[in-house]
């Protein structure tokens, strides 16, 4: 089955958790792998972090991935000071590097 894309188009802000946690809710139903396109966000928060874990956690549960790509220096570096970079599959990386 083909993983599912979700497009983050808010560059500059914040990736909303809230918004991320329906989401992914509604994409743990469909069983397939999720791809997170990072590639027009410059940071995220903590609670964004969270749903990322805890989804990540589900899929792993279910014999699937949770895919993080096209994250940008900055926003792999955040991933690093957070102590979450290895927790994740950072697949394709942004083209700014």
């Known amino acids: ?7 983050v188009e808010r560059s500059g ?10 989401k992914s809710l509604q994409l743990l139903d469909e069983r397939t792998d999720v791809t997170l396109n990072l590639d027009k ?6 609670s964004v972090l ?5 989804l990540d ?4 549960k279910q014999g699937r991935q949770l895919h993080l790509e ?3 220096p900055s926003l792999r570096q955040w991933f690093a000071y957070a102590g979450a970079a290895g927790q994740f599959d950072m697949g ?5 590097e």
């Open 1 to 7: 089955m083909k993983p599912t894309t979700i497009e």
């Open 41 to 46: 966000v410059d940071h995220l928060n903590a």
């Open 50 to 54: 969270q749903v990322l874990l805890a």
């Open 13 to 22: 802000d914040w990736l909303p958790a809230d918004e991320l946690r329906d």
């Open 92 to 96: 394709q990386q942004s083209v700014d």
């Open 57 to 60: 956690m589900e899929h792993k």
């Open 70 to 72: 096209n994250s940008s």
